[in-house]
């Protein structure tokens, strides 16, 4: 039941930030400043994004609920809440303010952060290490697809 609680927490964390995102984009995606970029041709249609977001934090918040019973809380709570942090800014950094390479810097330190809840969780989370892996993969897709952006622009 303990776990249950915890889902739910994080299902509302994680898509709550999402939703700050959002908020703090200025409608970036669809803003002529974003569609008059060169993007790169591996850019995956808009739609996709929502999806790829959804599956991810669904997951992360799965094996946040079981970290929160298994875990030393304080550290867990400190890189939660630096990639909490980093994630929702990312969004304000580059659509917003079109600081393309301090996103690029920002998602960078968000995959690192990232990384880190694989490389320091491995031995607790033994098979449910694969539910962070999509949130690594993808950030990395978004890494280059925020490198290209700012080599060629």
Known sequence: M?????LILFLILNFGALGIGILFM????QSAWYSDLNKAPWTPPGWFFGLAWTT???????V???LSSKADKTRLIV??????????????IFFNKHL???G??????????????IFDYKGIL????WLIVPYFVWLCIACSLNAYILINN
């Open 100 to 102: 393309i390479g301090l």
């Open 126 to 129: 033994k098979t449910k290490i």
């Open 64 to 66: 946040m609920a079981f």
């Open 2 to 6: 303990k776990t249950l609680k915890y």
């Open 79 to 92: 890189l939660f809440s630096i990639q909490f942090f980093l994630n929702i800014i990312w969004n304000y």
């Open 104 to 117: 690029l810097v920002t998602i960078i330190l968000l995959t690192i952060v990232v990384g880190k809840f």
């Open 26 to 29: 200025n409608n970036g995606p």
């Open 56 to 62: 991810i934090m669904v997951c992360f918040s799965i």
